[in-house]
């Protein structure tokens, strides 16, 4: 992510200690005005409502041997991370709670902890969950038995990561909405938490941490702020995972490969800890990971990953897919950053949590219905595609219901002398110490001004340090009570106020905008259109375009402004003029672009450079554009969520990364197996990836529904250094009539099944 005036920010975030010590308001404080900001979280509220706790208790009460008061729900409520929802909707209605003062959702916080509390009661030692099989499991663990892989331990599916989610909806039912009976719930469950790890060694810790376990360490680490309790830090300690927390405290970056939501969580944690404990270790870690995935790893956006794991540093171009930028991803990342800028007010966090937020999170919210986004695709001519809003439950479910409610959060803060004005939102914030209630009035994006009215019953002395955003390059108008305020500040840092301020004041600014680019780190002839912080995306309709209507900028690099130009009476709206092709397009801010396909990331061209390109560019387009239309099915083995929603099974079988392609193989004569759709009257072929280089021992059969159709040999290098495809003709009898087989990877005795790179179902050519 190529973000304005990234040295001059990087210098800033790697100040070395805080020189400021800010707090955020609470959201009871913030109340939001009327703006998009708003809109999207009553849909969110009114989601909220719809859903039935009950429903999301279900589990928890049949696992603690009580009858359920009404049947479960689907999707991952039904699968190993089931509570994991519940979690999330109790972190949910405390901060709608909060944000919003409305009672129903403060009935629905004391109803779900009173029912947890009593599933903890039935249970008898403070353990609360619908976990399948997790009794069994954290019983194994607490005797050292421990089993990890990525996102499996003992055999279930990341059961620290559904237990975080329980232990941080108890924390902020308690801290947002009050609720006395929560704390006592959240430390009876941490209490259970302590005593299963109490009697492992760090070396059986650590090897516990392998599997993904949310943000164990932050929960732990809050619950000691709240109560004092040393043990609770000492569990938090149990949940750092040395592996990823000494490379980035030495400002390395290794997160190449790793799957990214498994991170952020636990530098979450390692920031919480530095807070609590005035470690550097911590805070050097935290703050060495979020510049290097703010200014390495993310995308136009602010969003990060492609197919949910990082890739190499500052290289993006190759990566754009239907599953760039995971939500839940950018929803931590938030987190992240809120925690970082209370340290010393980094302009740099700041402007990449503006950032995020418009082009990401309010962008990942269907207008229509309400539903949330997993992935935000920013390949050309993708469309975003939402989670149902009662059957799915994903975890960006999970975040998405939360996304929504803590809009009010980061928009002020303050320390003792003074108040930060952060985001450019219609809200009212009443600082209750000072009798002091500060109005921003603002249509921002749309319109490149705010004004901010004060109301106090005594004059209250304190600077006001009024953001001054990077994008604003062409300066800012700024008035207080209507007289001109000259100042000396820079885009990139923050205008202080000081004076006496009265009832009545008013301070007006004006932060002019204007179209830019940003280019790939790695490709310089492609990149992303702004205008100020707004991520803008060209509108390609519905339908599916040809591959040679795939649009491209013939700019003859010609400046931006020049050929980008505003639509008179519509608001972030711009057509290029005379550069389209094969036509001009029309664009819009993306976090507005629903239910079309778009583009968001452009290749620009001289018309040389056009000339010589497009016979190429247009061949592989259409190459691609056919496989896909001829494709049944495709799943990405070595990923954590294709492989479950194909129903992955596998004995003796590994996952990683290489050259940024995610793999899996079976050793020792193992295998492993992936459900996948057929045709039932057409003839179908599997069509598998591998790599060229792969040779010895590679001698494996491939089965459809238990009946071999081939046998692979990777013994000698195939095409050394690149990756191919072999297509595998599936006998008609094996596909009749159905929708769905079972397509089995199995090693020979001795010998490996793999590495496979990719695998799909088509239909021949």
């Not at 209750?432 to 603002?442: A, N, P, Y």
């Not at 690149?722 to 089995?744: L, Q």
Request: aromatic share 10%; glycine share 8%.
């Amino acid at each position: 992510m190529n973000l304005l005036l990234a040295v001059e920010m990087f210098s800033l975030l790697a100040a070395p200690e805080a020189a400021l010590h800010l707090e955020a308001f609470a959201l009871r404080d913030v109340r939001l005005l009327d703006g998009p900001f708003k809109a999207a979280m009553d849909r969110n509220a009114a989601w909220l409502l719809a859903l039935e706790p009950d429903r999301l208790l279900a589990g928890v009460r049949e696992d603690a041997g009580l009858a359920p008061k009404a049947p479960r729900y689907g999707g991952w409520e039904e699968q190993g991370v089931a509570s994991h929802t519940l979690g999330h909707y109790l972190s949910a209605c405390a901060l709608q709670f909060a944000a919003s003062d409305d009672a129903r959702f403060e009935d629905r916080v004391r109803y779900i902890v009173s029912e947890l509390a009593a599933c903890q009661e039935a249970n008898g030692d403070g353990y609360a969950a619908a976990i399948p099989d997790g009794k069994r499991v954290f019983a194994e663990i607490a005797r050292g038995d421990i089993r990890p892989e990525s996102f499996q331990l003992n055999g279930v599916w990341v059961p620290w990561y559904t237990m975080h989610k329980l232990l941080a909806g108890l924390r902020d039912a308690y801290v947002h909405a009050g609720c006395e009976e929560a704390l006592a719930a959240y430390t009876r469950l941490a209490d259970w938490a302590y005593a299963v790890t109490d009697g492992l060694s760090d070396a059986q810790l650590q090897d516990m941490l392998r599997c993904e376990h949310g943000g164990m360490n932050e929960v732990a680490a809050d619950l000691y702020a709240i109560t004092g309790d040393e043990k609770y830090l000492a569990l938090a300690r149990r949940f750092n995972h040395a592996a990823v927390m000494a490379p980035a405290a030495r400002g390395e970056d290794r997160l190449k490969g790793l799957h990214a939501n498994t991170q952020f969580p636990k530098f979450i944690g390692f920031a919480r800890q530095y807070e609590l404990t005035g470690d550097s270790r911590f805070r050097d870690a935290a703050r060495s990971f979020w510049t290097t995935v703010v200014l390495h790893h993310s995308y136009v956006t602010g969003g990060n990953s492609d197919h949910e794991h990082f890739g190499p540093p500052d290289a993006l171009n190759d990566r754009l897919s239907t599953e760039t930028t995971e939500s839940c991803n950018t929803y931590n990342m938030l987190k992240l950053t809120r925690r970082l800028f209370t340290w010393d007010a980094s302009p740099a966090c700041a402007e990449f949590y503006e950032r995020a937020l418009y082009n990401h999170i309010l962008g990942s919210q269907d207008p229509e219905t309400g539903r949330v986004t997993y992935y935000v695709p920013l390949e050309s001519g993708r469309m975003k595609t939402y989670q149902t809003l009662f059957d799915t439950f994903s975890c960006c479910v999970g975040t998405g219901m939360e996304n929504h409610t803590r809009y009010g959060e980061a928009i002020y803060f303050h320390d003792a002398a003074g108040l930060y004005v952060n985001l450019f939102i219609p809200s009212e914030l009443t600082w209750r110490e000072k009798g002091f209630v500060l109005r921003q009035e603002t249509r921002f994006p749309d319109e490149d001004a705010t004004e901010l009215r004060i109301r106090c019953g005594d004059p209250v002395e304190l600077t006001l340090h009024l953001r001054y955003p990077a994008w604003a390059r062409d300066g800012v108008e700024l008035r207080v009570n209507g007289e001109a305020v000259a100042g000396t500040a820079a885009p990139g840092s923050y205008i202080p106020l000081r004076r006496t301020w009265r009832d009545g004041d008013t301070i007006a600014a004006r932060y002019p905008m204007r179209v830019h680019t940003e280019a790939m780190p790695d490709n310089p002839r492609r990149v992303a259109l702004l205008y100020g912080p707004i991520v803008l995306a060209g509108a390609l309709g519905e339908t599916e375009r040809a591959p040679n209507r795939m649009p491209v900028l013939i700019t003859d690099d010609q400046p931006v402004a020049a050929w980008l130009k505003p639509v008179a009476g519509e608001p972030l709206t711009f057509v290029t003029d005379g550069v389209g092709h094969p036509e001009d397009l029309r664009l819009i801010p993306f976090f507005r672009m629903h239910h079309q396909r778009h583009v968001v990331y452009w290749d620009l061209f001289t018309p040389e450079q056009w000339e010589a390109r497009q016979t190429a560019y247009r061949e592989e387009q259409a190459r691609r554009q056919a496989l896909d239309a001829r494709t049944l099915d495709y799943v990405q083995p070595g990923e954590m969520q294709p492989e479950r929603d194909h129903a992955f099974e596998g004995e003796n079988s590994r996952h990683g990364m290489h050259l940024d392609r995610a793999w899996r193989d079976a050793a020792d004569g193992g295998w492993f197996a992936f459900t996948m759709k057929v045709s039932p009257d057409r003839p179908v072929e599997l069509i598998c990836t591998y790599w060229g280089s792969d040779a010895g021992g590679r001698v494996f059969d491939i089965l459809v529904d238990g009946e071999r159709i081939a046998t692979q040999s990777l013994e000698t290098p195939q095409d050394p250094g690149t990756f191919f495809d072999v297509a595998y003709p599936i006998p008609p009898e094996h596909t009749r009539g159905k929708d769905r087989v079972r397509v089995t990877f199995q090693a020979r005795p001795g010998m490996m099944a793999g590495g496979v790179f990719g695998c799909r179902t088509a239909l021949p050519r």
